[in-house]
């Protein structure tokens, strides 16, 4: 039992190679303890020397994710959102950048009152404060430090992590340690050598791991798990196979398995009593009795990154999941339809239009669209793709020919997409960051639309992430040829939906409901797609 409110941390690290699932089983282990009734929390401790996430390319580093309180982040906290079901906030996720500009503000300010500034102790102090901070009224705060142990640039973080063991007591403290074990296929083995150097570079730090999280894609034998336990100095149970898994979805599962949430219980002093039924076992069940695959187009930019698009990818399927189907999405250049037009667009189920920024690729884009729209093909425009559905419905609808956004064509007369008036001051004062419309916002949904219908209810928040909005004095224009303004900010200012009422779906909104959903409550939206495409 709790004493008092304590909150117990969780620091997970990694090891030998990264890339490994430390995200993934971070996340993993937040489920499996919320799914003990706790309140969990997990934030991320970057390296990185970037202030946030928000300028950072994602064909390289996969997808920004957004919070409520509109912060860019890893897409690691999409993970960590859907694995807990809960809404994080920019405190969850903290780059180097950001500790040293603290660090230097407080320097500028005199707080180190003439003291020389230095990383130990005030960067590794300042991390606490950070970690502590995100902890507040949690019963569980898992922390995962990106990289790998040993790294030059992450040094300060596991000083600081281990500090925190003499700060808030031992027994309020659990370290996980993944690390990979190589298979050679001329011997057959199992390789546990590289691990145990990665273990002794953690203790070289004067961090003991308690759990040893261990990658491998062969099965391993009891005979590995022990050497694992005897070369880290940890209890057998505590060493935990993490096997290849079709989806991460299943690791929650195998950690249930190997009985790691008892383990983590019982270290960590708390009570552990498993919820009956709960949501996430549905899912499961779902993902396990689905059959046959459905085809989606994603018409997109960034094709060499999977990851580019994680939250979208994940809600479709979470959307065809629940529906008792596999979703497979078909990626598609849109500066290759350009080129060869749409004829691979044939025999896909629904088409999908992601954000993007940037002229490249949009007029595929609209192809795509038109096609969409055309041939009665379900649609779904997630920002940019609702960008591009108002753009392809005034030149082919309205017949204006012309018709643009103003990021793509900022001297056109005909800009159907524009920045807003209000907002224009900011762009021309190179106030370029303060014009993003980031985070939650309310959005009013339209009686009549299908948007009401999927939702079930008027008022709604979702996350938003562009800069530009639907042109306001076009409105008539459009509404009279068959768009519906389906959903509008609460002041009827900004459109955030879009529909087409005569086509089997045909939905766009200027938010992204990606980030919102979950593996085991779809997002209306998605599912309302999904079920569009399934349609005979
Ligand atoms: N580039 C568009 C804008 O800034 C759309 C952004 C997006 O799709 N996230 O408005």
New binding site residues.
Partial sequence: MLKKKQTKFIFVTGGVLSGIGKGIFAASVGNILKNRGFSVNIQKLDPYLNFDSGTLNPGEHGEVFVTDDGAETDLDLGHYERFIGANLTKKSSVMSGQIYSRVFEDERCGKYLGKTVQVIPHLTNKIQEVVLDAAKGFDIHIVEIGGTVGDFEGLHFIEAIRQMRRRVGSENVLYAHLVYLPYLEASKEIKTKPAQNSVRDLLRFGIHPDVIGARCDRNMNKEHIGKIALFSDVDEEAVVPLPYVKSVYEVPDNLEKVGLASYICKKLELKNVKLKKNGWEKFVQNVKDSKGTVKIGMVAKYLSHEDTYKSVNESLKFAFWANKKNVKIIWIDSEEIEKKGTEQLKDLAGIVI?????NRGTEGKVMAAKYARENNIPYLG????M?IAVIEFARNVLAWPSAT?G?FDSNNKKQV?HIMPEQRQNMAEENYGAT?RLGAYPCVLEKKSKSYKLYGKEQISERH?????FNNDYREEFTEAGMLLAGLSPNHHLVEIVEIPEHKFYVASQF?PEFKSRPDHPHPLFLGFAEACLEK
Avoid: A, N
């Avoid at 997630?382 to 793709?385: D, K, N, R, T």
């Fill in positions: 992601p954000g993007g920024f940037g997630l920002c940019l793709g960008q956004s990021e997409i993003m992430r562009h800069r530009y909005e992204h």
